[in-house]
């Protein structure tokens, strides 16, 4: 009898072991969040974007700047011949007019800057949102971040999702842009059929 109960006690304890024993194993990676800035298309397309109006609306404040300094080297070659008082007045123009430009240009790189600047916020909540369904989809318990704020010092690579995030990325953006296209031709053609009627 004690035998078969110290059979017993002895099996209980190995299963016991064996349950302790058996540990899940934790999935997980990491994604460098430089790269995918740097490679995803709607990253890309948003940076052009906002570099294509900076630079238009620069050009327009460039031409500004021009004739300012056209109108201040006038003003040093005229100033001789029309007198101190016109050269005082005319020289008070000019520097209210060169701190109206100075101001134009502040508030146009802050104008340009807050609209990137949520745009970018929107773009990051969608990734942050796409890399937890992604996560969840593949059986991820942690994907962590990786690049310029960077919270791990060490990965190994082949924990790297990067790319696979990048391309997933982009595969859902391009045929995002693909449907809005094709809403929009549709959109248009119904429209020039209702002015034809």
């Known amino acids: 009898m004690k035998k078969v109960l110290l059979i017993i006690a002895i099996s209980i304890s190995v299963v016991a072991c064996n349950k302790t024993a058996e540990v899940k194993e934790v999935k997980?990676?990491?994604?460098?969040?430089?790269?995918?800035?740097?490679?995803?298309?709607?990253?890309?397309d948003l940076e052009a974007k906002y570099k294509a109006q900076s630079e238009e609306k620069g050009r327009q404040l460039e031409a500004e700047i021009n004739r300012f300094k056209q109108d201040a080297a006038n003003f040093q070659k005229q100033a001789q011949a029309n007198g101190q008082e016109w050269a005082q007045r005319r020289g008070a123009e000019l520097q209210k007019r060169e701190q109206q430009l100075g101001y134009a240009q502040q508030a146009l790189a802050q104008q340009l800057q807050q609209e990137s600047g949520t745009e970018m916020d929107s773009l990051v909540t969608g990734i942050k949102k796409f890399i937890k369904s992604y996560g969840k989809e593949k059986g991820y318990a942690y994907i962590y971040g990786t690049g310029d704020a960077a919270s791990i010092l060490y990965a190994e690579e082949k924990f790297?999702?990067?790319?696979?995030?990048?391309?997933?990325?982009?595969?859902?953006?391009e045929s995002e842009t693909k449907t809005e296209n094709k809403e929009a031709t549709k959109t248009a053609t119904t429209k020039e059929a209702v002015e034809k009627k």
């Open 160 to 173: 790297d999702i990067t790319k696979d995030i990048i391309k997933a990325l982009n595969a859902k953006y």
């Open 28 to 44: 997980t990676a990491y994604v460098d969040t430089s790269v995918l800035m740097k490679e995803y298309t709607e990253a890309k």
